[in-house]
């Protein structure tokens, strides 16, 4: 049996109990600011101004934690089309959408509910996600969903393009941080998975949560946020909504490049809240370490006056600590701190 929200929240006037957050975790009735964030221009990163963009990558990840890149490569027409056809398959009849619906978080390509993270929640998030692994292409292919027929094609090319542009990016951090280019290849970013989130429609913004406060517990994500608002950041104890800027890309710094960089830049704390007017899918697609992938300050970032921050450990270990915590960032990045004497 599916069980999405999107199966059964469109009549609804208000949200079942087990969606209500508790009081200190709500959004509320705030209006939340709306601001863009850091914008990177990666047409410039081509040009004269490589050293100022790589400059204003470096400074965004420092502050922020993010940044939304503009004129990346990827075509607008593409990005429409990603989000259409993914769209057309939350659409599809629960029978079809059956057959990719599961609980089995060790499934490859899987249709759930909620949060991926906890098993037995008490309190559920107001989204239904698809998730499945990208690339290589020609081993993913025939992972992904069957149906809409245009699926794997188009979400096939979209998932090409973008890892292409987030190689661009890498190697300019790589560069700003002073590591050989490919540092950040192998099997630091082995894993890449897309993951489409679909935020129905909500009749109770102020009460329910989209996902929880979470840092991204990999080494980036890039998040098309489909044009409709709904992702916060936290950036010192305020959180604000970031403006979906035509066809931006947000760019956001994982847990795992913030304790490779030994804090030169850093992951930021986000979540996402709902609304009462439109749906919101939002397609992610995130940057993995294998299972087995040691993290640990890279060695050439690290000195006598610069000592490690935190300790090495494979990165299965740093996700069982994520889920012991919750998923909570917090709670995973004190794990991994060395105890400094
Ligand atoms: C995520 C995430 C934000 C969004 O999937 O990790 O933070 O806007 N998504 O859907
Ligand atoms: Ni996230």
Partial sequence: MVKLISSWCKDVQSIPKNYVQPPDLRPGELIFPVKSGPVVDLSKALGQDRAGTIQQIMQAGQE???????????????????????????????????????PDASKKCRLYSSSAIYLNEEILYWRDNLTHPCHPLEDCVQLMPGKPTRYREVVGTYSVEVRKMIMRILDLICEGLGLELGYFGGDLSKFELLGTNLYPRCPEPSLALGTQIHCDPNLVSILNQGGVSGLQVCKDGEWFLVEPIPNAFMFLIGCQLQIITNDKIRGVEHRVVTNSKEDRISIGYFVLPTYECVIEPAKALVST???PLYKTLQYTDILKAYAEKNGSHRGMMESHKLQVE
């Fill in 64 to 102: 922020f934690g993010f940044f939304q890149v503009i004129n990346h490569g990827v075509s607008g027409s593409l990005m429409q089309d990603a989000k259409s056809v993914l769209k057309e398959f939350f659409d599809m009849p629960d029978e079809v959408k059956s057959s990719v619906f599961t």
């Fill in 305 to 307: 006056c610069n000592p």
